[in-house]
């Protein structure tokens, strides 16, 4: 943008005609201004940038001089994420149950995948509940619930169950699972609605940028550094989901000009707090998965 002009009034009438001074002329510039572009997938280059974890090291290159002292305001301006965590997965796969039958408790896994359906969502826990059949006595079944076609009554025979509170997948997988919370043992209880997700939406995280907002916090948001939220409208039962703003977020986050800001972090997380799972392959590299943000820096 070209620089604007502009005059200073003069305060009386005739003042320059009588001094013989000039009228005196201001020029304002728009401040200076630059995009960093963190991109996770420049992992070969910036080996820290390669997880949902990240931040910019504090190496020569990661910022021009003149912006690392001086930042007054930095703007999200786009962010885009390839989301492919499956629904069931390490964060929430975890069930524990009370067993009457040995007064005991015991844990079971459900497979990591993709589940689309809830047919096939309670097939699979009643498969993982049956594993511990032997050791706890109980062997458990499901039925469909009339009109409800994601609930489900699961059923044990041998004795009466509940699931621990503290497991996993009652933590950690209210839209995914919806499991019974009740600490009473019984022989049947109603699971469900199934919603089949892990997350409704991803945070963009960071301290750096909301160093000084205090409006978020841990009573209304899991997360308390949020920059901004995007929100997975297919339920992520896809393997691949790209989510992107639809435009700019215009989210701007003001500075002390004092301080300098030589590394910017970032992390994505469910909306349980916890950093996003994202499986890996067996090379140690997140399959798929890559994440982008564009920050302009003003000083």
């Known amino acids: 943008m070209q620089p604007t002009s ?13 001094s013989g001074l000039e009228a005196q002329w201001v ?13 996770s997938q420049d992992y070969v280059n910036e080996p820290i940038i390669t997880s949902v974890n990240a931040s910019t090291a504090n190496n020569p290159g990661d910022f ?32 524990q ?10 844990s079971v896994t459900v497979p990591t995948g993709f589940y689309t359906t809830s047919t096939a969502l309670i097939a699979a826990l009643v498969t993982a509940l049956n594993t511990a059949t032997g050791s706890s006595g109980l062997t458990f079944s499901s039925a469909t619930i009339t009109g409800f076609p994601d609930k489900y009554t699961l059923s044990s025979a041998g004795g009466n169950y509940y699931f621990l509170a503290n497991s996993l997948a009652v933590l950690y997988g209210y839209p995914l699972w919806a499991l019974p919370v009740d600490q009473v043992a019984t022989a049947s209880k109603v699971v469900g609605n199934m919603g089949l997700f892990y997350t409704t939406y991803i945070d963009f995280c960071s301290a750096t940028l909301v160093k000084y907002v205090k409006l978020r ?23 691949t989901i790209s989510l992107s703003t639809s435009n700019s977020p215009n989210v701007q986050y003001y500075f002390n000009p004092s301080e300098p800001i030589t590394q910017i972090d970032i992390q994505l997380r469910d909306q349980f707090g916890n950093l996003l799972y994202v499986p890996q392959g067996a090379d140690g590299k997140y399959q798929g998965f890559w994440w982008n943000i564009s920050l302009s820096i003003e000083t």
């Open 6 to 18: 502009v005059i200073l009034k003069p305060n009386q009438i005739g003042i320059f005609r009588d």
């Open 27 to 39: 020029t304002s510039k728009e401040p200076n201004r630059a995009i960093i572009y963190l991109d």
């Open 64 to 95: 021009p001089s003149n912006l690392a002292f001086g930042t007054t305001r930095i703007s999200v301006e786009t962010a885009e994420v390839r989301y492919v965590t499956p629904n069931v997965n390490p964060i929430n796969n975890v069930v």
């Open 97 to 106: 149950f009370f067993s009457s039958a040995t007064g005991l408790t015991y």
């Open 217 to 239: 916090t841990v009573a209304t948001n899991l997360n308390s550094n949020i920059i901004f939220r995007l929100f997975l409208n297919s339920g992520g039962t896809s393997q």
